[in-house]
């Protein structure tokens, strides 16, 4: 085993905490710098919770998973007409960001999170690594684990032929409370996940826990994300802007999307979308978007320093694996530390297998978006269209 050393994690959201937690677990000094100002509270998305992604707070926490996520059996694909169109057996979970989030900072603490600590530069050497925030203070670690998502700047600055590549399209994204709705739509979105296809586009519905956490039948939130056909160039450049002329990227957060582009979107969803589907879009109350992106990446390690979650590689969201992968890499990076005896050594061990998951990845979620927003050829659930972090399985 790797004896005690000092990691910094930057970015603390949820592949941070799991990373950061596993290794403390290890024994090791461990401390998360997030570029955020406050505890993030507000991302409350849905997200499909594959056993990766819940791994710490079932086996290390000993929470229920049924206490922290949705439950649906269904895979349910509706017509336009509302009728069921296919219907396959599967058990997924569903949770919020907010809800994963809440439990592992609990876990991990506040006292070494710290707070408004934006990396704007680093260097990485042989035997260790130093960051520098735009706070002017700076801190030296023996391993740096880079955390800080889709924008990475340790990513764009180790490895800038890596870029991101816009997929083409984006997911409008909304919740509602479960009560609100009429109760025929209540009961037919409420034991599936459900999903409506038209032309070069489709949408997924299911419940999620409500913002204080409940699950109860009722109580729960209604989680909608649906998958639009935006061109570079024009019509997605002016989605993202918002009204004081600020454009965002990747996400448009809640209460930004200009009222022109939220009436059309709900315009559209009333006369293309199954009328119980309709309903979820339209009445969720500050809808937002996050656009869709692809980016590989060849190399993880780099000396004392590796990317983990999104900072490495970048899937479009039709494996609803984002999270997982996340959580993977930072399992993989603990177990590699404790087998081996050095860190360099842990991380070369560590880096194959990260990088042939994030691969297969990044290739079967291509392969779902082509064949939904552009060739229309995604027409009823089989294996390949299932909810999982690897090929061969969840
Ligand atoms: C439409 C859509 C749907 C999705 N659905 C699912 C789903 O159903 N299931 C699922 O598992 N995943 C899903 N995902 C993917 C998932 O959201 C991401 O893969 C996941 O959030 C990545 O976690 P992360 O911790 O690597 O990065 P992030 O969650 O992006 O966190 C990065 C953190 O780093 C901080 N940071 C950034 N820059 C700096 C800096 N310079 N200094 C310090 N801190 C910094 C940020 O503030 C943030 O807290 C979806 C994604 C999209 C776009």
């Not at 219907?87 to 960001?97: A, D, G, I, V």
């Not at 710290?114 to 391993?143: K, N, Q």
């Not at 109760?183 to 949408?203: P, V």
Request: proline residues 5%; charged residues 25%.
């Amino acid at each position: 085993m790797v004896p005690s050393t000092t990691i910094a994690v930057v970015g603390g959201s949820l592949g941070g905490l799991t990373a950061a937690l596993l290794l403390r677990d290890l024994g090791h000094d461990v401390t998360i710098y997030e570029r955020s100002r406050h505890k993030l509270e507000q991302r409350g998305a849905g997200l499909g919770f594959l056993p990766d992604a819940s791994r710490y707070l079932t086996e290390r926490c000993g929470l229920d998973i049924d206490e922290i996520s949705t439950r649906t059996d269904l895979i349910r694909y509706v017509n336009r007409d509302g009728s069921i169109g296919h219907e396959r057996p599967t058990t997924y979970h569903f949770t919020s960001w907010f809800t994963v989030y809440g439990r592992l900072l609990a876990e991990f603490g506040t006292d070494r999170y710290l707070t408004g600590h934006e990396a704007v530069d680093f260097t990485v050497a042989e035997s260790g690594a130093r960051v520098d925030f735009a706070d002017g203070s700076s801190v030296e670690a023996d391993l740096l684990v880079c955390a800080d998502g889709v924008n990475s700047i340790f990513r764009r600055s180790l490895l800038p032929d890596s870029q991101r590549r816009y997929a083409g399209y984006v997911a409008w994204r909304g919740m509602v409370p479960e009560a609100e709705l009429s109760a025929k739509t209540r009961e037919s979105l409420g034991d599936a996940i459900t999903y409506a296809f038209y032309a070069n586009s489709h949408i997924l519905v299911y419940p999620i826990p409500s913002p204080d956490g409940s699950v109860d039948p009722g109580k729960r939130l209604i989680n909608t994300v649906w998958y639009r056909n935006y061109r570079e160039g024009g019509d997605f450049e002016d989605l993202m802007t918002d009204e004081s002329g600020v454009r965002h990227d990747p996400t448009l957060p809640p209460g930004r999307a200009r009222p022109e582009h939220v009436e059309e979107m709900r315009a559209h969803a009333r006369a293309r979308l199954p009328e119980a589907v309709a309903e979820a879009v339209v009445q969720a109350q500050e809808p937002f978007v996050q656009a869709v992106y692809d980016l590989e990446v060849d190399r993880m390690a780099f000396g004392r320093a590796c990317l983990i979650g999104d900072a490495g590689f970048v899937m479009r969201p039709h494996a609803a694996a984002g999270t997982a992968k996340a959580a993977a890499n930072a399992w993989g990076l603990a177990e590699a530390l404790e087998s081996a005896t050095t860190i360099d050594e842990a991380l070369a061990a560590w880096e194959p297998e990260q990088l042939r998951v994030g691969s297969d990845l990044v290739r079967r979620t291509q392969r779902l978006g082509y064949s939904s927003q552009v060739e229309g050829s995604w027409e009823a659930p089989t294996d390949d269209t299932l909810f999982r972090l690897r090929d061969e399985g969840p």
